[in-house]
């Protein structure tokens, strides 16, 4: 999604291999492997969604779906980790962050998609009654503001609710990349410091009696793990990350396994539990989560073609359209009681609509963001 890097780039990022995230031949920051981490967050929020109806307190099976919602802490901690690999790159190579380009290439990524999905449903919802979005939510959204209105009026079932997590992601980036432009340790020590924070707006929200919904749509608290996907970015500047297939499947299967455990334990999606106890769960989720993007960059390439790559290419689209499509599949399949059957079809156009929505309405604006890049990361980022 962004351009071609500055002439020398290669040069500099040769001199310290160890030091910088790899880059191509072509000058890319390339990931191919977090293509595969996006998807499988998608599907875990997918999968959250669409088995609403099995969610019953004090259910094993109901613990176990409450913790596919731990797909999105992990979207939130790899976008920092990668946001802030390319801004440290992009520092170390021209010796600045610019910051003005980083939010035309951050606008023309995330709005188009959001505005035109928010508007089309807020403009159908006036003709179809299921489609109906208040005035006041729509608002909210349009206003990068979504998750305050959540976590004050709940979260519907309509098919924006996801979105309130781009409120969120959007709110961190108004000031996170001017930090990336200082130090390497003033970042650091910020992360630190918002990981902090963060544990402690999860701690006393809790104790002051909020709900779950509540504290899960508050900017602090999932600026935690922003701060911890930073971190994890500032650390692989140190270290060589060695490609073993076996260490890598091993990270990916106990970062996703321990989600069960973690929500059986702790009850972050229904709050009965300690203050305490609430504010370590958020910790070991953030933890899971490394443990899964280091599991991932553990694989070697080659494990990683196109067509493998592809569904995490266009897991944003994924993300907006998944609602939506979980919604009408109870219309196409009104017949049919099953859920697999709900969740295949849900599936299916929600990968549908992405593909079409990547193609004809993302792909122009990523062409246009490419000229506003300093580190070309298109395949990546």
């Not at 951050?106 to 505005?115: F, Q, S």
């Not at 340790?185 to 918002?194: C, D, E, F, K």
């Not at 504010?279 to 553990?298: D, K, N, Q």
């Not at 694989?299 to 689209?317: A, D, M, N, Q």
Request: glycine content about 6%; hydrophobic content about 50%.
């Amino acid at each position: 999604m962004l351009a071609q890097s500055e002439p020398g780039a290669n040069t500099a990022v040769s001199s310290s291999p160890s030091r910088v995230p790899e880059i191509g031949p072509k000058g890319r920051l390339d990931y191919p492997e977090l293509d595969a981490t996006r998807f499988c967050a998608f599907l875990a929020v997918f999968f959250f969604h669409g088995t609403r109806s099995l969610r019953k307190p004090g259910n094993s099976l109901s613990d176990l779906c409450s913790a596919a919602s731990f797909g999105l802490p992990l979207f939130f901690l790899l976008s920092s980790y990668l946001i802030t690999q390319v801004l440290l790159l992009e520092r170390s190579l021209t010796g600045r962050v610019a910051l003005k380009a980083f939010y035309v290439r951050r606008v023309l990524r995330i709005w188009p998609l959001y505005l035109s999905f928010l508007t089309a449903n807020f403009i159908a919802g006036y003709f179809f009654h299921r489609l109906h979005i208040e005035p006041a939510r729509f608002a909210a959204y349009l206003l990068l503001a979504g998750n305050w209105y959540v976590g004050a009026f709940g979260f519907g079932n309509n098919a924006i609710y996801p979105l309130w997590s781009i409120s969120v992601e959007e709110q961190f980036y108004l000031v996170w990349p001017a930090l990336a432009g200082k130090t390497v340790r003033v970042l650091g020590y910020s992360s630190l410091a918002l990981i902090i924070i963060s544990l402690a707006t999860i701690y006393g929200l809790h104790q002051s009696g909020h709900t779950p919904d509540a504290i899960w749509t508050n900017s602090i608290a999932a600026f935690l793990f922003f701060a911890v996907g930073s971190l994890l970015a500032i650390r692989e500047r140190a270290i060589t990350i060695k490609k073993t297939t076996s260490l890598g499947f091993t990270l990916i299967v106990l970062g996703f396994a321990s989600w069960w455990p973690i929500e059986h334990v702790c009850h972050l999606k229904s709050g009965e539990t300690s203050s305490l106890l609430f504010m370590v769960g958020y910790l070991l989720i953030a933890t899971s989560c490394c443990l899964i993007v280091y599991g991932f960059r553990s694989l070697p390439t080659r494990l990683f073609p196109g067509w493998v790559r592809y569904p995490g290419k266009i897991s944003y689209g994924l993300y907006v359209f998944h609602k939506l499509a979980l919604n009408e599949s109870i219309h196409i399949t009104r017949h049919s009681t099953s859920l697999f059957a709900n969740l295949t079809v849900s599936l299916v156009l929600t990968a549908i609509l992405a593909s079409a929505s990547y193609r004809w309405l993302e792909k122009p604006f990523l062409r246009l963001k490419r000229g506003f890049e300093v580190i070309d990361t298109s395949r990546s980022v």
